[in-house]
């Protein structure tokens, strides 16, 4: 049977006890240093010597005296145990200085509208937050690579194992139109195209697939033209009458300057043969790995999922003409 490390090696009180015995000069001293009895010293001994197959101590003396092999064991223990200190106390300075600075990671839309929410909410705490924002696969790269502590992505999907995802909540997808802009009945997004073109989020963006598989599964075949990774140049183009988008209430929030020139249709308000269109969502989830910010994600969850739920949906919908319903979706955890 395969012998196991537990069996090979002697654990650290073993040695710590060697060390003062050692140190000491005698099992009595050493026992009053370790706080435990002369009995439970020698026992320790034993067993070391047992497993080492080896006479550490001389008892032939008085005091009795280490042997070559209990002396040669020493100044092994020595260097492993300050190496062991060094190693605990290492790993402790991490988890302190992960207390004090938290690089935390957010797509633009939820940068832009809830970091700043994040920022004061823990301004007086002890952790100092980093915001960087981006789109979700470089997010979640950044995340595995240990470059970011905690993400704010559109993703549930983990390739890293230790890391949690926890949903903090769901949005639906809108068209968004020019204001301006009259139509007599909404048919199929194809034939909105006839009129105006439509305005893409780039496909190496997450919101960007969701809407071209989107238009794939409902057969609508509309030409690429313009294409962005952002929100803000996508709905100018908008607003100016030049193009319909399909976007989210939080991304039209983070670019709310122009809300008052465009309005949002729901997707079912299009039909094909007489059939409403499929409604389409996005998820926003908190991402951070296990047992490694103490109290930090859940405190985060309750604070960015209670803060959508009471304030920003409720902000988003009154702008919008909206129900907060029609923004905050109900989870389907």
């Known amino acids: 049977m395969k012998e196991t490390a537990t069996e090979r090696y002697p654990d650290w009180d073993l040695l710590n006890s060697w060390v003062a015995v050692v140190e000491a000069g005698s099992i009595s001293d050493a026992a009053d240093r370790l706080h435990i009895s002369q009995a439970g010293v020698s026992q320790r001994i034993k067993a070391l010597e047992a497993l080492l197959d080896t006479t550490l101590l001389d008892r032939g003396t008085r005091p009795a005296r280490p042997t070559a092999a209990g002396q040669r064991l020493f100044e092994h223990a020595i260097v492993l145990l300050q190496g062991a200190d060094q190693m605990v106390e290492s790993v402790r300075n991490v988890t302190r200085a992960k207390r004090v600075v938290v690089r935390l990671g957010c797509v633009d839309s939820f940068a832009a509208t809830i970091g700043p929410v994040i920022i004061k909410a823990l301004s007086g705490s002890s952790h100092q937050i980093r915001l960087w924002s981006g789109i979700t696969p470089a997010l979640d790269e950044q995340l595995d690579a240990r470059q970011l502590d905690v993400a704010v992505t559109t993703s549930d999907l983990t390739r890293t194992s230790g890391?949690?995802?926890?949903?903090?909540?769901?949005?639906?997808?809108?068209?968004?139109?020019?204001?301006?802009?009259?139509?007599?009945?909404?048919?199929?997004?194809?034939?909105?195209?006839?009129?105006?073109?439509l305005i893409r989020y780039s496909a190496r963006s997450v919101i960007g697939q969701h809407v071209d598989s989107y238009l794939a599964a409902h057969a609508e075949n509309i030409e690429r033209s313009c294409e962005f990774d952002a929100t803000d140049p996508m709905l100018s183009l908008v607003a100016a009458g030049l193009g319909f988008?399909?976007?989210?209430?939080?991304?039209?929030?983070?670019?709310?300057?122009?809300?008052?020139?465009?309005?949002?249709?729901?997707?079912?308000?299009?039909?094909?043969?007489?059939?409403?269109?499929a409604s389409l969502s996005r998820s926003f989830y908190l991402?951070?790995?296990?047992?490694?910010?103490?109290?930090?994600?859940?405190?985060?969850?309750?604070?960015?999922?209670?803060?959508?739920?009471?304030?920003?949906?409720?902000?988003?919908?009154?702008?919008?003409?909206?129900?907060?319903?029609?923004?905050?979706?109900?989870?389907?955890?």
């Open 163 to 197: 890391v949690c995802k926890r949903k903090l909540f769901t949005e639906p997808y809108f068209i968004v139109l020019p204001k301006s802009f009259e139509i007599d009945r909404f048919t199929t997004l194809a034939e909105l195209s006839k009129h105006l073109q």
């Open 245 to 277: 988008a399909i976007t989210t209430p939080l991304c039209v929030w983070q670019s709310r300057h122009y809300v008052s020139e465009i309005r949002v249709v729901p997707l079912t308000a299009f039909s094909r043969h007489g059939r409403p269109y």
């Open 287 to 333: 991402s951070f790995r296990e047992n490694e910010l103490g109290q930090l994600p859940t405190d985060l969850y309750v604070m960015l999922r209670g803060v959508y739920e009471r304030q920003i949906s409720h902000d988003i919908a009154k702008a919008m003409h909206l129900n907060p319903e029609d923004v905050c979706l109900p989870l389907d955890e």
